[in-house]
T-cell receptor, first 113, second 114 residues
Framework: GDSVTQMEGPVTLSEEAFLTINCTYT??????LFWYVQYPGEGLQLLLK?????DKGSNKGFEATYRKETTSFHLEKGSVQVSDSAVYFC????????????FGGGTRVLVKP | SQTIHQWPATLVQPVGSPLSLECTVE??????LYWYRQAAGRGLQLLFY??????ISSEVPQNLSASRPQDRQFILSSKKLLLSDSGFYLC?????????????FGDGTRLSIL
């Protein structure tokens, strides 16, 4: 079945540091890929998405490129802020019943001033 | 615009008591609906999803059930809660148009079982 693997946290950074969160996937078909963010005590928010190979999703300074050859969708941000402290989830959905999402385990990011 | 509402936001229940969590979506028709559970410090587990009224698919065997009595209403229930039912429950919806639609999440219900 489908699966998503992302680096375990927590990841602790200083403000303005470069952030990378690795995400790789296995899928039987041609999935769409997503990054979601969960701020403390809140639900999940869609951060960005990519629906085909070489697509780059971007939002709020975050970027991720759909790499079919390496089955990866790594999240990057060039200069993090304290407000970026959150849990980040990589996910995929396939053209199966109901657009079900398969999530990675989440990566907690803590940005210190 | 579309919105999703979940309630209650927080719930403390004794073991063996019943449960009913409600989720409603506004501003869209015939959405796909989902219930997830997030255990403390862990990822999300899909519990149920629904592609239409009265259509429920269960992803994992458990103590919970789901119902969809109306197009934009999704209810998570239990007759007798267990300690292991504690967690953060999230409802989500997505458009049923195409396979690339993102899911949109509610703010969640934090359930503590005593």
């Amino acid at each position: 079945g489908d699966s998503v693997t992302q680096m375990e946290g927590p990841v602790t950074l200083s403000e303005e540091a470069f952030l990378t969160i690795n995400c790789t996937y296995t899928a039987t078909g041609y999935p769409s890929l997503f990054w979601y963010v969960q701020y403390p005590g809140e639900g999940l928010q869609l951060l960005l998405k990519a629906t085909k190979a070489d697509d780059k999703g971007s939002n709020k300074g975050f970027e991720a490129t759909y790499r079919k050859e390496t089955t990866s969708f790594h999240l990057e941000k060039g200069s993090v802020q304290v407000s970026d402290s959150a849990v980040y989830f990589c996910a995929l959905s396939e053209k199966a019943a109901g657009n079900k999402l398969t999530f990675g385990g989440g990566t907690r990011v803590l940005v210190k001033p | 615009s579309q919105t999703i509402h979940q309630w209650p936001a927080t719930l403390v229940q004794p073991v063996g008591s019943p449960l009913s969590l409600e989720c409603t979506v506004e501003g869209t028709s015939n959405p796909n609906l989902y219930w997830y559970r997030q255990a403390a410090g862990r990822g999300l587990q899909l519990l149920f999803y629904s592609v239409g009224i009265g259509q429920i698919s269960s992803e994992v065997p458990q103590n919970l059930s789901a119902s969809r009595p109306q197009d934009r209403q999704f209810i998570l229930s239990s007759k007798k809660l267990l300690l292991s039912d504690s967690g953060f429950y999230l409802c989500a919806w997505t458009s049923n148009l195409g396979s690339n639609q993102p899911q949109h999440f509610g703010d969640g219900t934090r359930l503590s079982i005593l």
